[in-house]
Structure formats: C-alpha cells, structure tokens
C-alpha cells in the first residue's frame, strides 16, 4: 500500500493552475488592453456625430476590451474550460437597442482587440489600432456626407400642389415624392425627400405660409426619422 507523504496532503490543483501562467504576461496582456480600449475612447468621442453623446456607452468599450481578453487569458490554457465558457455565454442575452450602425463597429472593434492582447498578439493590436482609428478620424471628420432630409407638407386645397413643386425645385438640389395620402375632411399629405442647397431651409417658412397649407414639418433622415 502506498504511503501518503505530507506533501500529498497540502497538494492543490488550485496552486498548480496558478503556476500554469504567467502573471506578467498577463498584466502586460490587460495594460495593453486598456491602452488600447482608451485609444477606442478618444476616437469615438472625436468622431461621434450623432445628436445625445453616451459617455458610459464609450466606458463600457474599454471595460469591454479588458474583459475579453481577461476571458481569452482563462480559456487559452484549458480546453474544458473554454467549452464551459461558450456554453456560459451562450445563454447571454443584450438587449440594448443600437440606433446608430457605427456604434457596433466600435463594439466589435473592442472585442477584436481584447481578443488579440488575451492571446497575446500585442504588436498586431496596435499596428490595427492605429490603422483603424487613422481610417476613422479621416473618413468621418474629413469627408462630409449630406443626409436627405424629408419635408411633410400638409394641406387642405389639391390646388396649392403645382406652386409647392415650384418652391421645393427652385430651393432644393434634388427632390422626389416619397408618399401622398387623402385623409377624411379633404386633408392632403406629401412627403418630399430633399437635398437642399448650403443648409438653407427658409424656404419652409414660406411654404408654410401658402394658402391651404396646414402644417410644414422638415426632418433629418438618415435611415432612422430625427426631429
């Protein structure tokens, strides 16, 4: 019969785990991940452009680029427990609605590049970090993309129809009619999509004031209706 020493008694697989990595290396690994995830900070809030600015919205990107690759340090080394890890985070469900299609961009930014310091690829981090960001400061800030906008015209005499085409071309670079509705009581409603010249929406005061026009509504589009 084999006999237990006292070493046998205090062995811990806890202990040999933790010796199983290297503390450095993975200290190096989240430094390196909150370096970049501040790089992610400054360059969302540079070029956000849209109208309400969510500061713990661009918190959570460095929280997020850490705990990804916090996760991939732990899995990298145990196969068992990578495969409980996705059966975890399988179950995980985020409901946030995304109104503005480049915030996910960001968000998968992150998460690229906590995966990348988790698995230690420091150098190719920052080489994308630093290609990614240049990419977006230039094509974001530099290049000016005019939205469309949508004119809602409202009005109770079919006859105004022809001087209201007449206003909309002489101030607007393009237009075309997205929808024309008759509602009950003889109400008209059209809605335009324009392109006007240099920002100058005077004009809608003056189509307001034609008469028979009800209500003049100017929106941004830009895929989602902002008043």
């Known amino acids: 019969m084999d006999s237990v020493n006292f070493s046998d008694i205090f062995k811990s697989s806890f202990l040999e785990k933790t010796s199983s990595f290297s503390i450095i290396d993975s200290l190096v690994g989240l430094l390196v991940a909150f370096a970049v995830g501040l790089f992610i900070y400054w360059v969302y809030k540079k070029t956000f452009t849209g109208v309400i600015y969510s500061h713990t919205f661009n918190i959570s990107l460095i929280v997020m680029s850490m705990a990804t690759a916090l996760i991939i340090m732990g899995i990298s080394s145990n196969i068992l427990l990578s ?130 026009v009800k209500s003049a509504i100017m929106l941004s589009y830009d895929g989602n209706f902002t008043a």
């Open 83 to 212: 495969l409980g890890m996705v059966g975890a985070l399988s179950i995980v469900r985020f409901r946030t609605p995304i109104k503005d299609p480049m915030d996910i961009v960001y968000i998968f930014w992150a998460i690229v590049s906590g995966i990348l310091c988790g698995a230690g690829f420091i150098p190719l981090v920052i080489i994308g970090a630093i290609l990614i960001g240049v990419v977006l400061l230039f094509f974001i800030n530099r290049i000016k993309i005019e939205n469309p906008y949508l004119l809602v015209v409202r009005y109770s005499d079919s006859s105004i129809e022809n001087p209201l085409e007449h206003v909309i071309s002489e101030n607007a670079m393009k237009h075309s009619i997205k929808s024309k509705s008759i509602m009950p009581g003889d109400d008209h409603e059209i809605t335009y999509e324009i392109r006007i010249k240099e920002h100058n929406m005077s004009f809608i005061n003056h189509i307001s004031d034609m008469k028979g």
